[in-house]
Structures are given as structure tokens and as C-alpha cells.
């Protein structure tokens, strides 16, 4: 697939500030990468595989990203750590009707105020997004984690 070198800067762009927003814990400028009407789905591979309904997380639109931003600041309980991706280069799947559809592997690791670091979650990101005014906008992030298991509360964004 032919894609043009702006989309694709514009795609590597996205997914670096998209890691580390979260890493920073900057979720509320996180959660501006989205488009009003996006979707952002938590979902393990097995599910996918199996073409199960079953979702970790999900938020249907930016309102719901931000309530659950919210949440996780004002209201839930987890526990302290830090965040860190390791996000591989972006594959391009598809292009339809003015998005462009990518899929790139992650590895997030989380290290815990005591200085201990573990690998929280593997997968891959399948995102839609559309580049408006040279800058990329999501309108809809899959997160297919290779596990369901969890080692502690699911809080903040993969």
C-alpha cells in the first residue's frame, strides 16, 4: 500500500506521543488525541481470535475517556507506579473514507514506587485515525493484549 510520507510521519508522531502522554501521566492531554466520537477498546487476543464480545475497557466516546480519567484521579484505588511503552514501528492495514487504519506492537512495563519493574501487558495497537491540519486524531484505538491476566487493577490506559 502506497502511503504517503506525511501519513506516515504523522502515524509514528501519533503513536510516540500516545506513550508518552501516558508514561508522563498526562491522561488528560491523552485523552486530546482522540476525536469526539472515538471509540477506545481493552480487549485480549483470545477474544479477538474467538470473536468474543468481551472487553476490558471500553469508552465509546472522548466524554467517556474523560470521566474515566477523572475516575482514576479523583475516586478509584490502585496501585502507585509508573508507566512505561515500548511501541514498535506502525504497519499500515487499510485506508477508508479519510482514515487510515495502523497496527503496531507494545510492551508496557510498570514500576512501582519501591523501584521494582515488571512487564504489565503485551499485545498490539490497532488504531484509526485521521490527520486534519497535519496532525493525527484518533477515532478509534484497539488495544488486543496477548493476556487477560491482569497483575493488578487495570486503572490507567495500555
Same mark, same amino acid.
Given at each position: 500500500? *502506497?502511503?504517503?510520507?506525511?501519513? #506516515?510521519? $504523522? ?5 510516540? %506521543? &500516545?506513550? @508518552?502522554?501516558? /508514561? ?37 466516546? *472522548?466524554?467517556?475517556?474523560?470521566? #474515566?480519567? $477523572? ?5 478509584? %484505588? &490502585?496501585? @502507585?507506579?509508573? /508507566? ?45 485515525? $485521521? ?28
Amino acid at each position: 500500500m *502506497k502511503v504517503p510520507d506525511l501519513i #506516515r510521519h $504523522a502515524a509514528s508522531d501519533l503513536l510516540a %506521543e &500516545y506513550a @508518552l502522554l501516558i /508514561d508522563e501521566d498526562r491522561l488528560e492531554d491523552w485523552v486530546e488525541l482522540f476525536d469526539e466520537a472515538c471509540d477506545y477498546k481493552v480487549v485480549t487476543r483470545e477474544n479477538v481470535e474467538q470473536g468474543l464480545p468481551n472487553v476490558l475497557i471500553w469508552c465509546d466516546n *472522548k466524554n467517556m475517556l474523560r470521566d #474515566r480519567i $477523572a475516575s482514576y484521579r479523583n475516586v478509584n %484505588e &490502585y496501585n @502507585l507506579h509508573w /508507566d512505561r511503552h515500548v511501541i514498535g514501528a506502525p504497519r499500515f492495514c487499510a485506508k477508508a473514507a479519510g482514515a487510515w487504519v495502523i497496527e503496531a506492537g507494545y510492551s508496557l512495563f510498570q514500576t512501582d514506587m519501591e523501584g521494582v519493574s515488571r512487564l504489565f501487558s503485551v499485545g498490539r495497537y490497532r488504531i484509526e485515525f $485521521a490527520v486534519r491540519e497535519e496532525a493525527a486524531r484518533i477515532k478509534s484505538a484497539l488495544v488486543i493484549a496477548d493476556s487477560g491476566l491482569i497483575p493488578t487493577l487495570l486503572a490507567s490506559p495500555i
